[in-house]
């Protein structure tokens, strides 16, 4: 779209309107000087007398006009009057043989000369004020005037019907001129107002938008009417004004984004810090915890020594069984190891476990060489197998078995399983468990080894483990995902 500048639209609509008010100035000159000059025939058939008046009289305008604007054009009209004055006065004096018109001759030609004598100070840049020759020449001309009225009259009558018609076409030519301003003033009425509405538009549109957008309705189904203006101002305006729009609109979207990143920095912290609260409460308790173990240490040791005095080998391995499991909790407890210690760990438990139940268990312990050196917190596997041995197989009387394998997941995942042949979980009973994994963490809440262990991995791997559920009639199994973390 070509898009026009307003000073170029405003510099051609005054172009058009000085040509219209020119050609109506010519048209005026061109009625006046048809007038004048029936006025002039008539007066120069009529009389002399009425022609040496007027032309005196326009003589001293033309003195006046020259003496307020020393023109080039002031000066040519100024002598062309008085020559004209020059040759009335002449013919005049030829015409009527009469002493008094020869007398006014006279006076004519020193008016004329104190013209002359005027004009060459003025155009000669003389010293002195030239306002003492224009106050003779002034003089000069009421004493002609005084003169020439003392003259003998002129018929008075003939010239009065003359002039009746010249005043009658005076009259239609005033009703022609104001019906000729009427259609120039409407024809500038039409122009300005095409221009100031092609002006006003936009830019009220504009304002329009502005307060719309001020009140906070982003609508941006006027911009495109916006930049529909023919003006070049108008559309840099308004192109400037939909760039500071959207640059404002992003401000407020970024600030927006800002405050809802800060809102959930905030969340994430208070979240980070009621974690350090239930992690500190946990320790606080493992710690408390520990008094019983260090007890049970100590007269396992005891019972380990009168286990050989009193010869009972079963006890003997039962207890010392214990109190190396009962050790190595002490020395884990808080820590993380390798996965490899905490199989070990694993392994120590399940032998207690075998002297308690005999035969009526197996214990199937799996991990591959590449998952060893993982690094797990400390005594995770065991209360899941504890979960296992109490929920799932313990009413055995026989064939009870629990499988414990980690293996590598997709790369950089390490898939940790626990499988039982008990009885099952009902449906139900899997998404009660699943819904209460979810609550928070509480350190010495019944029933939550699971749930220690799983808020325990997802505190130490920032939140990127997964867990799930799986159970039938004759099997359960746990399969957590933990990152790859060998530090």
């Known amino acids: 779209m070509k898009r026009e500048s307003i000073r170029k639209k405003m510099f051609r609509l005054i172009c058009i309107l000085l040509g219209i008010l020119l050609l109506f100035q010519i048209t005026l000159l061109l009625c006046f000087n ?31 006009d020259y003496f307020d604007n020393p023109t080039s054009e002031a000066l040519a009209f100024l002598n062309e009057n008085k020559k004209i004055v020059c040759d009335l006065s002449e013919n ?33 840049n003389a010293g002195g004020s030239p306002f003492l020759l224009y106050k003779e020449c002034s003089h000069l001309y009421d004493l002609m005037m005084r003169q020439h009225s003392t003259t ?33 003033f409407l024809i500038i009425f039409v122009c300005t107002s095409n221009s100031i509405r092609k002006i006003a538009e936009p830019l009220s549109l504009l304002s329009t938008h502005a307060k719309e957008f001020e009140r906070g309705n982003y609508d941006d189904s006027t911009t495109d009417s916006l930049l529909k203006t023919g003006y070049s101002e108008i559309y840099i305006l308004t192109s400037a004004f939909i760039h500071m729009e959207n640059t404002i609109k992003e401000q407020i979207t ?47 040791n005891l019972l380990t020594s009168f286990a050989i005095i009193e010869k009972a080998p079963r006890v003997h391995e039962y207890s010392l069984q214990i109190a190396q499991y009962l050790r190595e909790t002490l020395n884990y407890n808080g820590k993380q190891i390798t996965l490899e210690k905490e199989f070990s760990f694993l392994e120590h438990y399940a ?68 499988w039982d042949n008990g009885d099952g979980i009902p449906p139900e009973k899997v998404r009660e468990i699943t819904e209460n994994l979810r609550t928070p963490f509480q350190a010495g809440q019944k029933g939550t080894g699971l749930r220690s262990v799983l808020y325990r991995l997802d505190y130490y791997f920032k939140k990127q483990i997964f867990f799930h559920m799986e159970s039938k009639q004759t099997a359960t199994q746990i399969s957590v995902i933990i990152p790859y973390r060998t530090e």
């Open 152 to 184: 003998l009259p002129f018929e008075m009558s003939l010239l009065s019907d003359k002039l009746s018609g010249v005043f009658a076409c005076w009259n239609i030519f005033n009703i022609f001129i104001l019906v000729l301003l009427c259609i120039v």
């Open 34 to 64: 048809f007038l004048f000059k029936n006025v002039k025939n008539t007066v120069d058939k009529q009389s002399l007398y009425t022609s040496y008046d007027s032309a005196a009289v326009l003589l001293q305008d033309s003195v006046t």
């Open 254 to 300: 970024a600030l927006k984004d800002k405050i809802e990143l800060s809102q959930k920095v905030h969340s994430l912290e208070l979240e980070n810090m009621s974690v350090q609260i239930s992690l500190a409460q946990t320790e606080n308790s493992l710690m408390q915890s520990l008094i019983n173990p260090h007890f049970l240490f100590n007269c396992l």
């Open 351 to 418: 032998a207690i476990q075998k002297l308690r139940f005999g035969e009526r268990i197996s214990f199937c312990f799996e991990c591959d060489n590449d998952c060893k050196n993982a690094i797990v917190p400390a005594i995770i596997l065991q209360p899941l197998v504890e979960n296992s041995l109490i929920h799932g197989i313990g009413s055995y009387l026989h064939d009870g078995k629990i499988c414990v394998k980690a293996q590598r997941h997709d790369g950089e995942n390490i898939l940790i399983t626990v």
């Open 92 to 124: 005049i004096c030829d015409f009527f043989q009469n002493a008094q018109f020869e007398d006014h001759a006279i006076i004519t030609r020193a008016y004329t000369d104190k013209i002359q004598e005027l004009t060459d100070h003025i155009s000669q």
